[in-house]
């Protein structure tokens, strides 16, 4: 099972690891912070035992309140953050060429597989550095970036957050925001609705002329967490030709919420769901690796596989389990990314 893995935190959890080691007062030492046997959900070992074909690397961009955990220290300015993240990545880049590659487009990723070496898609979580101005999405594809999730928890200049509060929940995108997706459209960056309110996913599928993404979003029949999609989501997802990525946190794979297991039957249910829904053209994974925590049946990306027949006991034929675990997403970084 040759997966791409639209979503993890592997990122932000080995800069934010050396820097609370180090001081934060150098910012751009990365010393330690290698990917190869880091002790992470996601690193290179890992991913080449799992038969990885690409992973999205997101750059989550880390909560300003949350750097109190680290002895107090005032926050890094999100440009600084970023340049250190980037630098872990790239670091893992220049350091096993054999293991791991950049990857841009799906021609990329496609490439770097038939020479032995898995992907590395550089995507961005929050779009909070944007900071309400189109040069910065442009710098941001310059720099490689191919995904932004437009929200994380906190309303932002693209708009409103997922909620459990209704009134926000109706809330949608900024006039800011409105531009902004279409100017992602026409760059390059795909659309990715994973953290958006619900009203702010349908102002996203009224705007796009092309697929847009949910990287990490389960099914909210299955589970009512406010993450997941609805049946008219998907339902419109499909349509739009666009995917929503296999979640493997316990919150959003079970009915009740609190459930700390995460099983490769649950997982596979919500898979199920997706393609009667959605279609199987719309689904994909989305692990959250390293954001997520729980009793993880499939506890780090070396395990994909066990997905396989999970899959198969909820009537995935072979091919469809290969759309699912990376064709789906080739096809829509084709039809999204210049």
Same mark, same amino acid.
């Given at each position: ?170 809330? %949608? ?5 409105? $531009?902004?997706? !279409?100017?992602?459209?026409? *760059?390059?960056? &795909?659309? /990715? ?121 909820? %009537? ?5 389990? $290969?759309?699912? !675990?990376?064709?789906?997403? *080739?096809?829509? &970084?084709? /039809?999204?990314?210049?």
């Amino acid at each position: 099972m040759n997966v791409i893995d639209m979503h993890c935190d592997t990122l932000m959890n080995r800069y934010l690891t050396v820097r609370n080691k180090l001081g934060f007062e150098c910012p751009d030492n990365i010393e330690g912070a290698d990917l190869l046997d880091s002790d992470t959900m996601v690193n290179l070992r890992y991913l080449q035992k799992g038969g990885a074909m690409a992973q999205f690397f997101a750059i989550f961009m880390y909560p300003k309140e949350n750097y109190r955990k680290y002895n107090h220290v005032e926050p890094l300015p999100d440009e600084v953050y970023i340049a250190g993240c980037i630098k872990v990545f790239e670091e893992a880049l220049a350091t096993y060429p054999e293991m791991i590659a950049s990857a841009r487009t799906a021609d990329d990723i496609c490439r770097n597989f038939a020479e032995g070496k898995v992907s590395g898609v550089l995507t961005m979580e929050d779009g909070r550095a944007v900071d309400g101005k189109l040069d910065n999405l442009k710098r941001y594809y310059d720099m490689g970036i191919r995904a932004i999730s437009l929200t994380w928890n906190h309303f932002n200049c693209f708009g409103a957050p997922t909620s459990r509060d209704s009134n926000i929940m109706r809330q %949608g995108l900024t006039p800011f925001g409105k $531009d902004a997706v !279409a100017y992602m459209q026409e *760059l390059g960056i &795909m659309v /990715d609705v994973s953290h958006l309110s619900d009203g702010g996913f349908y102002d996203v599928a009224e705007i796009c002329k092309k697929p847009f993404i949910a990287t990490h979003s389960n099914c909210r029949a299955l589970s009512p967490h406010q993450r997941n999609l609805t049946d008219d989501m998907l339902k419109i997802l499909g349509n739009a030709g666009g995917v929503a990525g296999l979640n493997f946190g316990p919150e959003f794979l079970n009915a009740d919420v609190t459930c700390k297991d995460s099983t490769v039957a649950t997982i596979a249910s919500h898979a199920r769901h997706m393609a009667d829904v959605g279609g199987i053209a719309c689904v994909a994974i989305g692990t959250d690796f390293d954001g997520i925590h729980g009793n993880m049946e499939i506890p780090n990306c070396s395990q994909m596989p066990l997905l396989v027949d999970a899959l198969k006991a909820v %009537g995935f034929s072979e091919n469809e389990i $290969d759309q699912i !675990a990376n064709k789906n997403v *080739l096809r829509v &970084m084709k /039809d999204t990314i210049c």
